[in-house]
Structures are given as structure tokens and as C-alpha cells.
């Protein structure tokens, strides 16, 4: 169990390096997303992630937000990123609260707001809430 952890350390510095960027300057790097993407894909190719029809169904889910405009597309492919990574509950738990906290904030404050960090703080809280502490 805690070997797992130990083996998506990468993909979650990752996320909070992406969370610190997206908080000082609102913009998610290139290289934080390259660095995000290149994890992904030893994950995968090592075997200690997988695709599935769930996945890709949230995947889906993340480019309509995108395109219609709610969510950036840093903020989508980070988001996408990590779907592939960590179970997909969380996964739409942690975009669906972070875009609920969004919305509590002024329609014109809303621009302003660094979704990466709302998600990285729920992200945390639903591992931190998780009794087994285990990624698939």
C-alpha cells in the first residue's frame, strides 16, 4: 500500500508544482505539463496505471468543459493528466468541487482564481479522507 504511494510521488509533486505556478502567475508551464505527461506515460508503460472505458468517458468530460469555456486548457490538461493517474471517483470529485468552489466566488473574481490550486487542495483532502490510501 504504501509502496503505491510511494510510486505516484512523482505525478503529485507534479500537481503542486503545476498548483504553485497556477497561484503566483494564473498560467500552468509548459515544461510542468511536459514533466506531468512524461510520469504519466512511464506509469503507464510500467504498468501501474490503466485506461479504461471510465477514464476516457471523464477525458471526454474534461475537453467539453474546455471547449466550453469552463475550465482553461492548462487547466484541462493537468486535469486530464491526472485522471489517468488516480481513480476516477476522485478524480470527478475533485473537478466537480473545485468548480463548485469556483462558483462561489464573484462572476467577475472568477478569471482570477487558480483552478490547478483548488484542485490540487481537494485532490489532497480526498486522499487525506481515503481509510485506504490507494491509487490505481
Given at each position: 500500500?504504501?509502496?503505491?504511494?510511494?510510486?505516484?510521488?512523482?505525478?503529485?509533486?507534479?500537481?503542486?508544482?503545476?498548483?504553485?505556478?497556477?497561484?503566483?502567475?494564473?498560467?500552468?508551464?509548459?515544461?510542468?505539463?511536459?514533466?506531468?505527461?512524461?510520469?504519466?506515460?512511464?506509469?503507464y508503460?510500467?504498468?501501474?496505471?490503466?485506461?479504461?472505458t471510465?477514464?476516457?468517458?471523464?477525458?471526454?468530460?474534461?475537453?467539453?468543459?474546455?471547449?466550453?469555456?469552463?475550465?482553461?486548457?492548462?487547466d484541462?490538461?493537468?486535469?486530464?493528466?491526472?485522471?489517468?493517474?488516480?481513480?476516477?471517483?476522485?478524480?470527478?470529485?475533485?473537478?466537480?468541487?473545485?468548480?463548485?468552489?469556483?462558483?462561489?466566488?464573484?462572476?467577475?473574481?472568477?478569471?482570477?482564481?487558480?483552478?490547478?490550486?483548488?484542485?490540487?487542495?481537494?485532490l489532497?483532502?480526498?486522499?487525506?479522507?481515503?481509510?485506504?490510501?490507494?491509487?490505481?
Amino acid at each position: 500500500m504504501m509502496s503505491r504511494l510511494i510510486i505516484f510521488t512523482p505525478a503529485i509533486l507534479g500537481l503542486y508544482i503545476a498548483a504553485i505556478e497556477d497561484k503566483k502567475k494564473l498560467v500552468v508551464g509548459e515544461t510542468t505539463i511536459l514533466y506531468l505527461a512524461t510520469v504519466t506515460l512511464i506509469l503507464y508503460l510500467s504498468g501501474n496505471i490503466y485506461v479504461d472505458t471510465t477514464k476516457i468517458a471523464i477525458l471526454i468530460a474534461l475537453i467539453i468543459l474546455n471547449l466550453c469555456g469552463f475550465i482553461g486548457g492548462g487547466d484541462a490538461k493537468i486535469m486530464m493528466l491526472m485522471a489517468l493517474i488516480i481513480p476516477p471517483s476522485w478524480s470527478m470529485l475533485a473537478v466537480c468541487c473545485s468548480l463548485a468552489t469556483l462558483y462561489l466566488y464573484r462572476k467577475r473574481e472568477r478569471r482570477r482564481v487558480p483552478l490547478i490550486s483548488l484542485y490540487t487542495i481537494w485532490l489532497t483532502l480526498l486522499i487525506l479522507l481515503d481509510s485506504t490510501i490507494c491509487i490505481y
